[in-house]
């Protein structure tokens, strides 16, 4: 497999190759055909017909060539995705010519269908290429194929590409989503569950991993509950969230861990919590914002990589 090409990559005639379509095969085929049949009758037209045909095929040929030819392919960008989503990556095209390139098509073995795009004289194309995101981790663009068969159809000429270019996958967020676990308060007396610590704003059934100081007992006494009862704050300070790989179950393997962190990761960031993340060998202290919770999701897509 070839290696990852950074820069540009300019076609020309040592990566630029041609073969004939199948179209191609069945017209080189009626050539030889009139060509056999004109010598056996002696058909002074029919060798006029046969040579002009097979003009208009060597022409075709070079036009063939000179639509790909002279190309300069470079990578673009791409944005971080999931595990499980379709990742975009951005390529771009530029005809440093003044002929216009038509019926360009670029293609790889994961891409659902082929793209196809004209790249104008002096110009350059941005072209899209989706393609699955199945693990976490960074992902390579594969090695690409752009063709051509303009004008005919009956030569088909290609070159192989692989850019240096590749995407960060994040882990794929726990679905159902497991609640957070319980919150420092601010002042570090206690922890809170919500929005703050100083009201209460309901109950909730008790969630493994609650402080003992959330158990509503009176609760649980009136209503002679068989199960713990939770009480849910309302009100000032959001506290500070830790987000430890040690507290998961031992039952669950690294990738469930990595998802169910992904997870509270996203939950913790939209409920404007403050936390921090503990990996085995990484440690991010706590913080918020977007680019907090990228630091974070970066860590778990690429943790033990």
């Not at 073969?19 to 006029?48: C, E, F």
């Not at 899209?128 to 004008?151: D, E, S």
């Not at 009956?154 to 240096?164: D, K, L, V």
């Not at 861990?257 to 939209?270: H, K």
Request: with cysteine; proline share 7%.
């Amino acid at each position: 497999m070839s290696r990852p090409r950074a820069g540009d990559y300019r076609l020309a005639r040592r990566n630029v190759f041609m073969l004939p379509t199948r179209a191609g095969l069945l017209l080189a085929a009626v050539v030889l055909t009139m060509l056999v049949t004109a010598i056996n009758y002696q058909l002074s037209l029919g060798h006029a017909l046969t040579f002009l045909v097979g003009a208009i095929a060597v022409v075709a040929m070079l036009h063939t060539w000179r639509n790909l030819a002279t190309l300069t392919l470079r990578a673009g960008r791409a944005e971080p995705v999931f595990a499980g989503q379709i990742a975009e990556f951005t390529l771009i095209a530029r005809n440093p010519t003044r002929v216009e390139r038509f019926a360009l098509c670029l293609n790889t073995a994961a891409m659902a269908q082929p793209e196809y795009f004209d790249v104008a004289p002096d110009a350059e194309h941005f072209v899209t290429i989706a393609l699955p995101a199945h693990r976490r981790g960074w992902m390579q663009v594969p090695r690409l194929t752009l063709a051509t068969t303009f004008p005919m159809g009956i030569w088909r000429a290609w070159a192989r590409w692989r850019p240096a270019l590749r995407v960060l996958v994040y882990p794929q967020p726990e679905t159902p989503a497991a609640p957070l676990p319980a919150r420092l308060a601010a002042s570090g007396e206690g922890s809170a569950r919500g929005s703050g610590s100083d009201d209460i704003a309901a109950l909730r059934p008790y969630v493994p991993g609650d402080s003992p100081r959330l158990i509503a007992w009176k609760a649980i006494a009136r209503t002679a509950a068989d199960s713990l009862i939770s009480k849910q704050f309302d009100g000032g300070d959001l506290g500070e969230l830790t987000l430890e790989w040690s507290a998961l179950p031992a039952a669950m393997d690294a990738e469930a861990r990595l998802s169910r962190l992904t997870r509270w990761v996203l939950d913790a960031d939209a409920a404007g919590v403050r936390y921090a993340l503990a990996l085995p060998g990484t440690r991010i202290a706590f913080d918020h914002g977007t680019a907090h919770r990228t630091r974070c999701l970066e860590a778990l897509a690429t943790w033990n990589a």
